[in-house]
């Protein structure tokens, strides 16, 4: 387990990735950035498809103004396209609107923003196979990333974990919202509607293994 901020006294001890139990994340993990200065997902090729601000919106459950306010503090920015200037729109990956969808969560729980970014960073520099197993827990003071049951009960036996977010869950449910939205080609500006964003996944896979 990885955890972000600096934990709370008392709590289960920090070890490295070869030890057992939980260990916090301290937002060290920088996402690489590709030629927009967005994130970019580590291990990925660029998506093919990107969702523009207000179909992100309401994948996430956000308003707008959020939206726009964690592009232009760095929360959370568009990995796909960033907006430069009048007329241009943001593009998102389907990873962005799984992001969005968490730090709501974090927001709606309490958690200080400096532990969320942690987090965000976390998330953007990880597999896809990581996130979708991947549980996250927070005490209020400080996040932990858990990859398997057992993680989870130690950090409840710590009296850390008072909530939970399981990842996959949240992309589940992300995946469902974009099937019925309208995606955009990044190639041709094309719009897709109904867009399962899996489907493009494995189809860009399925390119690579060719």
């Not at 200065?37 to 990107?50: I, L, M, R, S």
């Not at 970014?117 to 990880?126: C, E, F, S």
Request: glycine share 14%; with cysteine; hydrophobic share 35%.
């Amino acid at each position: 387990m990885i955890s972000s901020g600096g934990g709370t006294a008392g709590g289960p001890p920090a070890v490295g990735p070869g030890g057992s139990g939980p260990y916090p994340l301290h937002g060290t993990v920088v996402p690489r950035t590709g030629a927009t200065g967005a994130a970019t997902e580590a291990g990925d090729d660029a998506d093919p498809v990107g969702y523009r601000g207000p179909t992100a919106c309401a994948a996430a459950g956000i308003t707008y103004r959020q939206l726009d306010y964690w592009a232009r503090t760095g929360l959370v920015e568009p990995s796909v396209r960033a907006a430069y200037g009048s007329g241009t729109q943001r593009l998102y990956s389907f990873r962005d609107v799984v992001v969005l969808k968490i730090v709501k969560r974090f927001l709606d729980t309490g958690v200080s923003l400096q532990n969320i970014r942690a987090a965000v960073q976390h998330l953007r520099a990880r597999g896809f196979c990581d996130l979708e197993r991947m549980t996250l827990m927070s005490d209020g003071a400080t996040v932990y990333e858990c990859s398997s049951p057992d993680e989870v009960v130690d950090l409840l036996q710590g009296g850390q974990g008072v909530f939970g977010i399981a990842v996959g869950v949240v992309w589940r449910d992300v995946e469902t919202a974009l099937s019925q939205l309208h995606g955009e080609r990044v190639d041709t500006g094309e719009t897709l509607i109904g867009n399962n964003p899996t489907d493009e996944l494995a189809r860009r896979r399925r390119d690579k293994a060719v």
